[in-house]
């Protein structure tokens, strides 16, 4: 029992990959839906509606790795919820202001 235990624990991802592979699947997604706004001549007030239903299965799968990774250091389901919180506010504030920028220089992210 202890030998399946121990087994299965060590097969497991370790928070930290868990947080990159789910951010670099997050913001590639926020990057591809920013694309895609940008050649609809999406206005920056509607981008910002969609962004936030934007990638849900991506941002959710983030943010419950943010918040794993957060617990496996200590912290307490509310710090560690607050933090990925944040973190992924902070993408939607960041794609936002590149948007503004793509946007008012009539240009498209490069690939």
Do not use: W
């Amino acid at each position: 029992m202890l030998i399946t235990t121990l087994l299965l624990a060590a097969m497991a991802p370790a928070p930290a990959a868990a947080v990159d592979t789910t951010r670099a699947a997050f913001t590639k997604c926020l990057r591809d839906h920013m694309k895609a706004s940008l050649e609809a001549k999406m206005e920056e007030a509607e981008y910002e509606l969609a962004l936030k239903a934007a990638c849900t299965a991506e941002r959710d799968a983030f943010h419950k790795a943010v918040i794993a990774l957060g617990r496996s250091g200590g912290d307490s389901e509310k710090v560690a919820t607050e933090d990925a919180d944040m973190q992924v506010d902070d993408y939607h504030a960041n794609f936002t202001d590149k948007f503004k920028d793509y946007k008012a220089n009539n240009s498209l992210p490069g690939e």
